[in-house]
């Protein structure tokens, strides 16, 4: 049997081919094009779809196996909240509407106004709502193309929309529906009222299913298109950063998957979880039945770090910044709000800063602020996630962009006072995908034999447990509650 795991990510669509012993065969990646200008990320679902067949091709011909005489099951990941409307004939009705599109604000305000984000929260999972979630979007199509959704078929996420072309069957996995703010987490089921207010049929949403779920075999004629094999058939998958976990090892009670990407995110499962408004977390369904896998995300991540070194260091790659690095005790202190919002305080008029900077200072002093100011935030919500969730953190995974530097990962021990684990293969989240899938095909009893099956090599870093580190965390929490005093109070 082969596994293409297809991770359908904001920046790039990446397919990795794997084996039944879970061997990385073959690897191809493409970035996605986007349509943007004022506040529009739009994109085109089709093409999406052509890519990810050529690219599951490329991976066939990389291999260099014989692909034919094998059964081979193309299993789904990556970004949940990117809008898709489709047709009866699964043609789109206009193009695909990014998470990142933030036309929808005032939509947003408007569902805030309506069912308050408290009772959003305890519903839907998500402490606030915001531009990104399908909900808004869906309200501001139907105030500025109401055609668009009146021709809707289907009311899709981009990974359901892979799916149905695959298979011409609309499902919907329930890890990422929390991402949609019209999913009532608990329950399992949609939030009729919200979709109502959205201007949406129910029956135009898909049928709910299980994370990891066998969708169908792959239509015949998209099969003509697919290197040869025994047969093909989809798997639902899950959200990325829960494949992330499955690949990582990370899959487990109180183990935090950290991802340092664009934005910062954390994964756990949280054992015995209950429902509490005043924790500011998300919540989802996870791989299990049983289980509650919380996420907590911070848009300011690598972000901070990317326009730091394009505006200063422009032309410059990250090895030859990371080269110049060393310990900078008396380094400024920077608190990485440039985009405003972040957990755990959620400042919302919150804005990025440079505290403490002098004419000693030098842009390389600068750079060492920017990550560990993210060292910061990371500790910041592990911290709050342990106090309120977890008990103890008993593990940490770094994956995603950041983890491949050695000096910031040593960094986040040391700010954090806590031990990083960094997986080797970068690739996790297609890892874990495939894992998925053999779990689903009777080759893995659970997620727990995957590391038995090809254990996962690892840089760990430990903590110097060093006193000026635990001075500075404690200056920036000085710092970021007296430039935000006001909206503590």
Same mark, same amino acid.
């Given at each position: ?50 890519? #990810? =067949?050529? @690219?599951? /091709? %490329?991976?066939? +011909? $990389? ?9 081979? #099951? =193309?299993? @789904?990941? /990556? %970004?949940?909240? +990117? $809008? ?406």
């Amino acid at each position: 049997m082969l596994i293409y795991a297809v991770d359908l990510g904001t920046t790039n669509l990446k397919v990795a081919l794997y084996d039944e012993c879970l061997r990385r065969l073959a690897l191809a990646s493409k970035a996605v094009v986007y349509d943007t200008g004022e506040g529009r990320v739009e994109f085109d679902p089709l093409a999406i779809v052509a890519d #990810v =067949i050529d @690219l599951i /091709g %490329q991976c066939a +011909s $990389l291999s260099g196996i014989e692909t034919r005489p094998h059964r081979a #099951v =193309i299993v @789904l990941t /990556g %970004q949940a909240e +990117s $809008l898709v409307l489709a047709r009866g004939d699964m043609a789109p009705v206009r193009p695909g509407i990014s998470w990142l599109d933030s036309r929808a604000s005032r939509e947003s305000a408007e569902i805030e106004a309506e069912f308050t984000a408290a009772e959003g929260f305890r519903i839907t999972g998500q402490p606030f709502p915001t531009s990104a979630w399908p909900a808004s979007k869906l309200r501001w199509l139907g105030r500025h193309e109401p055609r668009s959704t009146d021709a809707a078929r289907h009311v899709l996420m981009i990974k359901d929309y892979v799916q149905l072309h695959l298979t011409g069957v609309a499902a919907g996995e329930s890890s990422t529906r929390a991402f949609s703010y019209f999913y009532d987490v608990a329950a399992d089921a949609y939030w009729p009222a919200m979709v109502d207010f959205c201007g949406v049929e129910l029956a135009k949403l898909p049928p709910i299913i299980a994370p990891g779920a066998t969708v169908g075999p792959v239509l015949a004629s998209v099969c003509a298109a697919l290197p040869a094999a025994a047969g093909y058939t989809v798997n639902a998958g899950t959200l990325d950063h829960f494949a992330s976990m499955a690949g990582a090892g990370a899959y487990c009670d109180s183990v935090v998957s950290e991802s340092s990407g664009t934005v910062l995110s954390l994964s756990f499962i949280a054992p015995d979880w209950k429902f509490d408004p005043s924790v500011l977390v998300s919540f989802h369904r996870g791989l299990r039945r049983e289980d509650m896998v919380c996420f907590d995300c911070a848009d300011s991540g690598g972000v901070c770090l990317e326009w730091f070194k394009n505006n200063f260091y422009a032309g410059e790659s990250y090895d030859w910044l990371e080269s110049r690095l060393t310990a900078r005790p008396d380094a400024p202190l920077f608190l990485p709000y440039l985009t405003g919002l972040n957990p755990p305080e959620y400042f919302k008029e919150a804005t990025g800063a440079f505290v403490e900077l002098t004419l000693r200072h030098d842009g390389i002093d600068m750079a060492y602020a920017v990550m560990e100011g993210i060292a910061h935030l990371l500790r910041s919500n592990i911290d709050y996630c342990e106090e309120h969730l977890l008990g103890e953190v008993k593990g940490i995974v770094s994956t995603g962009g950041g983890s491949a530097s050695a000096f910031w990962s040593q960094l986040k021990a040391d700010a954090c006072d806590r031990v990083i684990v960094v997986p080797i293969e970068t690739q996790s989240v297609c890892r874990g995908a495939a894992v998925i899938g053999l779990v689903e095909a009777g080759v893995l009893a659970g997620l727990h034999e995957a590391e038995a099956l090809a254990p996962v090599s690892t840089r760990v870093y430990a903590p110097s447990h060093d006193a000026v580190h635990q001075a500075r965390y404690e200056r920036f929490q000085q710092l970021r509650d007296l430039l935000y005093a006001k909206e503590k109070g």
